[in-house]
């Protein structure tokens, strides 16, 4: 018979009876499922344990970036903007009251006393409500609702931006990394090769076939190559830990300098094919950072308008219901009330300048918004001719480097097995030596310099935003 356990978690036991013992248990269950829920939350930017590729990544920033993260609070205040700058043209419901008690020398009587008959009397009171809606406001309310739905899209496409630009930073610190892991891999491989070296020459010496010089000649090279790989791990350290805090991740203060954070991507020579005038107008379309100089722009016109209805009349309806004591009597009970409607119409014929403060102003922000738009331009055409010409030169060194280490191999067997035979010398290996080492790191560098240049690329031209951000 095949026996079946049932597994439980905590938030789903259910604490036992008695009424003490139900307060308890529910005391202990909240706690402990509030505490496991934090504990989850905590976990959710922690470094991950599982090998990371770059998309991992980016999803991973997306989250927790903190550029990113006050980009989306800025969207947010720019929200709350937005709703100040429409409410112009929606209704105003207001409502409101007072009461007042004054000296009964101070409360106006009739000359005559009348029998029965009272006029005014210390106490006071009113309460009402009323709907106010602008009517016309000398264009001020059109432009404000316009202005408002462009400011939406400029906070967007600010955002985007900033989204963009976190992007990038992310790809190059994930290619920082790799860089750094190739970089071990080569000075690990070159000091494994010089220990070779050392242990061949000093079997050699011991047979009597080389001097001692050729010893201490090998020991030299290895210990000056031993601090370049001592300099590569450390790089890669820092690398990982520049990734971790362009991810947004948590590193504990209690967790190793070497933070076990593994990459699961290659530095691979994706490729990408781009001529400059494509280039150019891509950039000029795709860029958020033009666009939302456009849509800001297209916000100081309305602000223009705005300014200008300062010049014209503001006219208003009105319509409500209220409630207030009779004068007539000194009961405070005795009230009044009914409903009321009317319009209201007012026109500031002198303000002492500010309308034209604000005008003058208006105008010279609209024009030095069109100067940063042709500047924006010009800098977008300048960052894409500068991304396409380090592109150029990134895939040149690198199409130039397929050959070299192979050759870099084959002049290291010969001029060991030169060795060997006793027709070449120490001086010929170390020296092939060196040139493999130096052809690896150039390849590794010309990997790197291929990765952060394309993405490079892909960022001047606004092609580097997620999809779902665009």
């Known amino acids: 018979m095949k026996q079946v356990v049932k597994r439980h978690t905590v938030c789903d036991t259910w604490p036992g009876k008695?009424?003490?013992?139900?307060?308890?248990?529910?005391?202990?269950?909240?706690?402990?499922?509030?505490?496991?829920?934090?504990?989850?939350?905590?976990?959710?930017?922690?470094?991950?344990?599982?090998?990371?590729?770059?998309?991992?990544?980016?999803n991973i920033a997306l989250e927790h970036n903190p550029s990113i993260q006050k980009a989306r609070k800025d969207l947010e205040a720019n929200e709350g903007v937005v709703l100040q700058t429409r409410a112009i043209a929606l209704p105003r419901l207001q409502i409101g009251g007072d009461?007042?008690?004054?000296?009964?020398?101070?409360?106006?009587?009739?000359?005559?006393?009348?029998?029965?008959?009272?006029?005014?009397?210390?106490?006071?009171?009113?309460?009402?409500?009323?709907?106010?809606?602008?009517?016309?406001?000398?264009?001020?309310?059109?432009?404000?609702?316009?202005?408002?739905?462009?400011?939406r899209q400029a906070a967007m496409l600010n955002y985007q931006t900033s989204l963009a630009n976190a992007v990038l930073d992310?790809?190059?610190?994930?290619?920082?990394?790799?860089?750094?892991?190739?970089?071990?891999?080569?000075?690990?491989?070159?000091?494994?090769?010089?220990?070779?070296?050392?242990?061949?020459?000093?079997?050699?010496?011991?047979?009597?076939?080389?001097?001692?010089y050729n010893v201490l000649r090998a020991e030299v090279?290895?210990?000056?190559a031993r601090p370049k790989l001592i300099r590569a791990r450390n790089l890669f350290r820092i690398s990982k830990n520049n990734l971790a805090n362009q991810l947004g991740l948590d590193v504990p203060q209690h967790a190793p300098e070497d933070i076990p954070l593994v990459l699961s991507d290659k530095l691979t020579p994706e490729p990408l094919e781009i001529d400059l005038p494509t280039a150019l107008n891509e950039a000029l379309v795709r860029r958020p950072e033009l666009g939302a100089l456009r849509k800001s722009g297209a916000v100081l016109k309305e602000n223009l308008v705005s300014a200008r209805a300062g010049y014209k009349p503001s006219l208003q309806a009105f319509g409500g219901y209220e409630a207030k004591n009779s004068i007539f009597s000194t009961d405070l009970d005795r009230v009044l009330h009914g409903w009321m409607a009317g319009v209201q119409?007012?026109?500031?014929?002198?303000?002492?300048?500010?309308?034209?403060?604000?005008?003058?102003?208006?105008?010279?922000?609209?024009?030095r918004n069109a100067v940063e738009q042709e500047?924006?331009?010009?800098?977008?055409?300048?960052?894409?001719?500068?991304?396409?010409?380090?592109?150029?030169?990134?895939?040149?060194?690198?199409?130039?480097?397929?050959?070299?280490?192979?050759?870099?191999?084959?002049?290291?067997?010969?001029?060991?097995?030169?060795?060997?035979?006793?027709?070449?010398?120490?001086?010929?290996?170390?020296?092939?030596?060196?040139?493999?080492?130096?052809?690896?790191?150039?390849?590794?560098l010309a990997l790197h310099e291929y990765a952060a240049a394309r993405a490079r690329l892909r960022r001047a031209v606004g092609a580097n935003l997620?999809?779902?951000?665009?």
């Open 170 to 212: 992310v790809e190059l610190a994930y290619y920082a990394v790799l860089l750094a892991a190739e970089q071990i891999t080569v000075q690990e491989a070159s000091v494994k090769l010089l220990e070779q070296e050392l242990l061949d020459t000093r079997r050699r010496l011991e047979a009597g076939t080389v001097p001692r």
């Open 345 to 367: 119409l007012s026109w500031d014929l002198f303000d002492g300048g500010s309308t034209r403060g604000r005008v003058i102003e208006a105008n010279a922000n609209l024009g």
């Open 375 to 444: 500047n924006t331009r010009r800098q977008i055409e300048l960052e894409v001719r500068t991304a396409v010409s380090v592109f150029i030169e990134a895939k040149e060194v690198l199409e130039s480097q397929k050959k070299v280490l192979e050759a870099a191999d084959e002049t290291l067997r010969l001029a060991t097995a030169r060795s060997d035979a006793g027709t070449g010398t120490q001086l010929d290996v170390l020296g092939a030596q060196t040139a493999l080492t130096d052809a690896r790191t150039t390849q590794a």
């Open 18 to 58: 008695g009424p003490a013992r139900v307060i308890s248990g529910w005391l202990i269950y909240v706690f402990l499922c509030v505490s496991l829920s934090v504990l989850a939350a905590d976990q959710t930017n922690a470094v991950p344990t599982q090998p990371l590729s770059l998309s991992d990544a980016l």
């Open 466 to 470: 997620p999809t779902n951000a665009q």
């Open 99 to 151: 009461y007042a008690a004054r000296q009964p020398s101070a409360v106006e009587q009739p000359p005559l006393p009348i029998p029965g008959f009272t006029f005014g009397n210390d106490q006071s009171w009113q309460s009402g409500v009323r709907l106010v809606q602008s009517i016309y406001e000398g264009g001020r309310m059109v432009a404000s609702v316009r202005a408002a739905k462009l400011m």
């Open 221 to 224: 090279e290895l210990a000056n």
